[in-house]
């Protein structure tokens, strides 16, 4: 039996020194752990640590290491240490598992899926702490998950990654809540089966006294089929469709949003809390940037930074909502995403390709939605803005939602909405 205290004895490879890696340390220095090894591939951030080690060292005390600990996003069957991480993968843990081992009662909502977990935890975290609950929200959003200061009472909310809960071994949530299924990152899962398996690691090991929250069939099926103990509930839209023309917040009556609010809506009703203030609450939620965030509106023309729909299906959700769509879209595609307009491509005037990898896109939409190809969003936005004051335009949607990663021209979709909320502004003074 894994204890707080024999882990405290125990000695710890840890690759990689990013944000999850230094909190790692930071952690175990709290803990009074000693016996720490560090390898990054980056030199610079291994000459950050007294606790880096050369490639041939780490490799070498892989065997006699206890636990590995790995950094989400890092796929250890793409780097130097394959084989040898191969031989040892009983021993790698995460900072999730982490959190659980030395924090066994800790009272935790995880949230996953492919599309909407940020915004979905944010609401929780919201309407939570408006009804004074002591929250604390972290994981894939805010901090990470071991520099937050938890207290008897806190209840955690944790935005969890596939890339995370692919390594974890002991993640056990109170609350387990898996949004939705569709393919993503299967680049570096190798196939969808290994994607699902890391989503549905959530459920395994709670116990009867804990809730799963799923919507998705074949997902119910599984759980169903392998027994798990926690309490199932199937998530409907029928419980909250009855309130929702109560709900005025325009952000969360997009598609996407719509789609997670049942699960918001049944959570809450676990928690006891009444409808009123669910209602009151989700009317006072502000949105996330770069997630369906209107940068710019004058009149019946408004300009809309989805930088974080980095796949056709995260990006469809806008497409569905808005209309007089000039769409701009391009980046790094994923790995079979596919375009599937079905009744929403009436909504679409003209699409806008950037990005490196042109022929992707335009094999995805070719004889369906005109097109140009216009390389970079500042481009774009000048030929926009001035097609808007040639032609009078007057009811008119500029949606930035990619529909892919953005590392062939920016670091992050943060770096890449940035940009384009900037470049909306500058125009938007010269030209309206």
């Known amino acids: 039996m894994i204890s707080p205290k024999n882990l405290s004895s125990k000695s710890f490879a840890i690759y990689g020194f990013g944000a999850t890696g230094k909190s790692v340390i930071n952690y175990f220095e709290k803990k009074g752990i000693k016996k720490i090894s560090l390898y990054d591939d980056s030199e610079k951030k291994r000459k950050q640590s007294k ?20 950094s989400p996003g890092i796929n250890f069957k793409k780097t130097k240490f394959k084989k040898k991480i191969l031989e040892n993968k009983n021993k790698i843990v995460t900072d999730l598992d982490l959190f659980y081992l030395f924090n066994p009662k800790a009272k935790t909502i995880v949230v996953t899926g492919t599309n909407g977990k940020s915004t979905t935890c ?20 805010g901090q990470t998950i071991l520099n937050l200061k938890v207290k008897k009472k806190t209840t955690i909310i944790i935005e969890a ?6 390594y974890s071994k002991f993640i056990k949530p109170t609350y387990a809540i898996l949004l939705n ?21 959530i459920f395994s090991f709670q116990k009867n006294k804990d809730f799963a929250l799923i919507e998705d069939k074949n997902i119910i099926k599984r759980f169903k ?7 199932l509930e199937i998530i409907s839209s029928k419980p909250y469709q009855k309130i929702k023309h109560k709900i005025l917040n325009k952000y969360l009556l997009s598609k996407a949003n719509e789609n997670n609010m049942p699960f918001i809506y049944k959570l809450s009703k676990i928690f006891k809390l009444n409808k009123k203030s669910f209602i009151k609450y989700s ?25 974080k729909a980095t796949s056709f299906e995260a990006c469809k959700y806008a497409l569905q ?39 992707f896109f335009k094999k995805q939409i070719e004889n369906k939605i005109n097109f140009q190809v216009t390389g970079n969003i500042k481009r774009t936005l000048k030929l926009i803005f001035n097609e808007i004051k040639e032609d009078s335009i007057k009811n008119l949607t500029v949606l930035l939602s990619p529909a892919s990663a953005s590392y062939d021209q920016y670091k992050n979709f943060n770096e890449r909405g940035l940009e384009y909320k900037k470049l909306v502004k500058f125009y938007a003074k010269r030209y309206l």
């Open 225 to 231: 089929k392998e027994k798990k103990l926690s309490k």
């Open 51 to 70: 606790y880096s080690l050369e490639a041939w060292r780490f490799k070498n005390i892989l065997n006699s290491i206890d636990y590995i600990v790995i």
């Open 161 to 166: 990654s596939s890339f995370q809960l692919a």
């Open 321 to 359: 909502s808005n209309k007089n769509i000039f769409w701009i879209l391009g980046g790094l595609p994923k790995i079979g995403d596919k375009f599937r307009f079905d009744n929403f491509k009436k909504n679409i005037i003209k699409s806008f390709i950037i990005g490196k990898h042109v022929n």
């Open 122 to 141: 944010k609401i929780i975290e919201h309407i939570l702490k408006k009804n004074k609950l002591d929250v604390k929200l972290g994981g894939n959003i």
């Open 283 to 307: 009317n006072t939620f502000k949105g996330l940037e770069h997630r369906h965030e209107i940068v710019y509106k004058k009149k019946n023309i408004v300009f809309i930074n989805d930088s």
């Open 181 to 201: 299924i569709s393919n993503d990152h299967l680049d570096w899962h190798g196939n969808k089966k290994n994607y699902v398996d890391s989503k549905f690691k």
